[in-house]
């Protein structure tokens, strides 16, 4: 019988890290070789973990978090392909690689207005205080600086479908717009609606420009407009609803990767109905009534919300109705996709209030960032935590990261988890302190004496 | 003037003695039809479910569709869960059609309101859309 194998790298506090090496489980390192004290830890610890499976196999258990922000983190964007998070707090920027969870690059001591990742993976822009930076994907490092002597405080920024144009939106309800080869601006179009919109969203498949507009010609300057506009022309397809609120409140638009599906919330960060359009027939599917909304993402097909329910995520479905389907579900008021759900899963609780989720556009991997600076990882398909990004910088407590290797897909899973967590769910074998041996590390210093798990460690093989 | 109100009055009066009528002669069943759909939800009987749509409607939707749908409206607790509080607030006869309006709310929340059609298929009512 094949051993199982895994590669174990310490991270300090201090910002120092060993290289990884791999190891099978009869060589393993002296530290954490399982001695006469350690046989008997690991025996204590196996009887633990038989006699009290569902402690840890609890995969919201949380012993100690590790940060990847100094604050709380504000926004989470992962690029095309999934292989880069951009994650924002108000002051900072940082770009985090997700196959090695490393940091790759980031950006400090500025106002963040809005950011966005460009269509071709190359680079991302974000808008500061007075000007707009292109960034690149693989360091942060700067590109090019939009300079104007103006304040610019955009309510989103986001590229056209095919990457040619940037656009932001000011809070102002002003469009402008830049040509992505120049850097030049160019007048937005359609210039009739240009001045009336407070929020706007272009459709992956380049189809659609959906906007929320206050139209002024209304004599209440309260009514807003939901509106299907071609994106090559800005031409009016279809208003999908008018509603009632202030100008000043930031309505949230999301749409599915594949285009299908519109999400909508009238207003952010308050108890709001969250209402699901079908863009290809331009009808809502459901409306469902959120307590909050802090942080609303989706899966890429549109089928799933991902949803903070303040301290973990909860996944609902939200499947595609047929006509007839539609039909019955009026008769029978279901109305709220919570009753057209399967089990509701609950993903890797948080310490903090949860303020943003990212979920990955091609794979599995849901980011969640909260208000005390923690990213936590998870995969949604097996419901379990996948560890934190874990800044040392950021941090006063250590941890511990790792490669398991999966024998289902032949993948190679990096986890990062605090000194003394719990082993996490799909681990084939993992190195950890004995119960109750765990001291947590001094503050971080500038010299090089910090070092991590102060604790008897013990090798523990978990059958899967 | 009189004779032309007289005559608006006489039509709507007409229309609405003739429209009950109507209902009371050809559309006997369909309101109880209409609340057997929601018994047999409230009841989780699938196969009664399934008999109460046209072949039309079965054909076009298939059974995998209407039983996946028909689940999301079934009770979680018979006693305690959420369940339908349905009325009947209008009811029509068009040809062979039968048009019911109801109000309807799961629960607590707000009521809805929704029309039935039902057409007359080999002497039974069965919903269509």
Redesign the interface.
């Known amino acids: 019988m094949e051993l199982p194998k895994f590669k174990l790298a310490n991270v300090a506090a201090d910002g120092t890290a060993e290289e990884p090496q791999l190891f099978s489980v009869e060589k393993l390192p002296l530290e954490t070789t399982t001695g006469r004290r350690g046989f008997l830890g690991a025996g204590l610890t196996a009887l633990a973990l038989f006699a009290n499976r569902k402690l840890f196999s609890n995969k919201n258990y949380i012993d100690k978090d590790l940060l990847a922000h100094e604050s709380g983190i504000n926004g989470l964007y992962f690029n095309n392909t999934g292989e880069t998070l951009l994650s924002v707090t108000s002051r900072e920027l940082k770009l985090w690689s997700l196959a090695s969870r490393k940091l790759l690059g980031k950006v400090s001591d500025i106002y963040i207005n809005a950011v966005t990742m460009a269509p071709n993976n190359q680079h991302f822009s974000l808008v500061t205080e007075k000007r707009i930076e292109i960034r690149s994907l693989k360091n942060a490092s700067l590109i090019k600086s939009i300079s104007k002597d103006e304040y610019l405080e955009a309510k989103a920024l986001m590229y056209t479908p095919r990457g040619h144009q940037l656009v932001a939106l000011l809070r102002k309800r002003e469009v402008r717009c830049w040509n992505c080869d120049s850097w030049q601006e160019i007048p937005f179009f359609p210039s009739e609606i240009s001045k009336e919109i407070t929020n706007m969203l272009y459709t992956p498949d380049g189809k659609y420009l959906i906007t929320i507009e206050s139209p002024e010609s209304k004599s209440d300057y309260r009514i807003m407009q939901i509106n299907i506009r071609s994106a090559a022309n800005g031409k009016l397809i279809k208003q999908l609803r008018e509603f009632n609120k202030s100008i000043y409140v930031d309505t949230l638009l999301l749409v599915s990767n594949d285009s299908r599906r519109l999400f909508f919330i009238e207003e952010k960060n308050r108890p709001a109905a969250l209402e699901i359009w079908n863009l290809q027939t331009l009808e809502k599917d459901y409306t469902y009534k959120l307590k909050e909304n802090r942080a609303v993402a989706l899966s890429a097909d549109g089928l799933r919300v991902f949803i903070e329910a303040d301290y973990f995520i909860e996944i609902w479905q939200s499947p595609m109705?047929?006509?007839?389907?539609r039909?019955?579900?009026?008769?029978?008021?279901?109305?709220?996709y919570e009753?057209?759900k399967e089990p509701v899963i609950e993903l890797c609780k948080h310490a903090g209030m949860i303020n943003s989720i990212a979920v990955s556009p091609v794979g599995t991997i849901v980011a969640s960032g909260d208000s005390r600076g923690v990213i936590k990882l998870s995969d949604w398909t097996k419901q379990e935590c996948q560890g934190y990004l874990f800044d040392p910088r950021a941090n006063q407590s250590d941890g511990v990261s790792y490669n398991v290797y999966d024998k289902v897909t032949g993948n190679t899973i990096s986890y990062t988890m605090p000194c003394g967590s719990p082993i996490p769910s799909g681990a084939v074998c993992t190195c950890n302190c004995v119960a109750g041996t765990y001291k947590p590390p001094p503050p971080p210093s500038h010299s090089n004496d910090g070092r991590i798990c102060s604790c008897v460690p013990v090798c523990i093989c978990m059958a899967v | 003037m009189l004779v032309i109100l007289a005559a608006i009055g006489w039509m709507i009066g007409f229309n609405t003695i003739r429209n009950k009528w109507n209902f009371f002669w050809y559309g006997r069943g369909s309101v109880a039809h209409v609340k057997k759909f929601y018994s047999t939800v409230g009841d989780n009987d699938s196969t009664a479910f399934l008999q109460l749509f046209s072949a039309k409607v079965m054909q076009e939707e298939g059974r995998e569709n209407l039983i996946a749908i028909f689940r999301c409206g079934v009770p979680e607790d018979k006693w305690l869960g959420k369940h339908h509080h349905e009325e009947i607030i209008g009811k029509w006869m068009s040809g062979d059609t039968a048009v019911i309006k109801v109000a309807v709310s799961a629960g607590s929340y707000d009521k809805d309101s929704v029309l039935f059609k039902l057409l007359k298929e080999n002497g039974d009512w069965k919903i269509v859309f």
């Open positions: 109705l047929s006509r007839v389907q039909n019955i579900a009026k008769m029978l008021a279901v109305s709220r009753e057209l």
